[in-house]
């Protein structure tokens, strides 16, 4: 079984910055990209962020372009995901993601974590 954890996320004011941190245990070898996935109340799981093992070009949605950066430490098997520039639609929870595949989409994983909070308060 594969389990991944996540952490950093919390409340912080429109236009700052937060760090969220996933660290993956278990079956990790099948993990050829990590990512980040966000769902809001009452909406559908939108797909925010990918990177494969071979760090080839990372995937963002175009909301969060120029704004939120992935990146990850293999040796770890942590994916991380700075978040600067925040806005009060970004608010989520936001939940760490794996998969055996390339991801442009939330659908493309196949593990998720529990996920953590993140709230921009206007």
């Known amino acids: 079984q594969a389990q991944l954890v996540e952490s950093g996320g919390g409340l912080v004011q429109a236009g700052g910055s937060l760090r969220l941190s996933c660290t993956a245990s278990?079956?990790?070898?099948?993990?050829?990209?990590m990512g980040w996935v966000r769902q809001a109340p009452g909406k559908e799981r939108e797909f925010v962020a990918a990177?494969?093992?071979?760090?080839?070009?990372?995937e963002y949605a175009d909301s969060v372009k120029g704004r939120f950066t992935i990146s990850r430490d293999n040796a770890k098997n942590t994916v991380y995901l700075q978040m600067n520039s925040l806005k009060p639609e970004d608010t989520a929870v936001y939940l760490c993601?794996?998969?055996?595949?390339?991801?442009?989409?939330?659908?493309?994983?196949?593990?998720w974590g529990q996920g953590t909070q993140v709230t921009v308060s206007s």
């Open positions: 993601a794996a998969g055996p595949f390339l991801a442009t989409r939330s659908s493309d994983f196949g593990y």
């Open positions: 990177l494969s093992r071979h760090r080839d070009a990372p």
């Open positions: 278990g079956r990790t070898f099948s993990f050829l990209t």
